[in-house]
């Protein structure tokens, strides 16, 4: 996996499970035609977006963007 991937499935995992995770990877990397082993830190709004429609029903947004903030930090 890329760094992004690595980093989202690490931070995510712990609250929605890493299979969770790595589905909103692969869905954000097969949105940009990429597979996820592919994704780089440019494709962060791509994945920002779909983190937030994943987790914005059942997340407080203050979570969601400390998540965003977290991984984002770690690129």
Request: hydrophobic letters at 40%; a negative charge; aromatic letters at 2%.
């Amino acid at each position: 996996m890329s760094t992004l991937s690595d980093r989202v499935v690490s931070t995510l995992g712990p609250y929605v499970g890493d299979t969770v995770a790595d589905t909103c990877v692969r869905a954000t990397a097969l949105s940009l035609g990429k597979t996820a082993d592919d994704l780089t830190p440019s494709d962060f709004p791509t994945l920002e977006a779909n983190v937030r429609r994943l987790l914005g029903p059942v997340a407080p947004t203050a979570v969601v963007d400390q998540l965003l903030a977290d991984i984002e930090r770690g690129l």
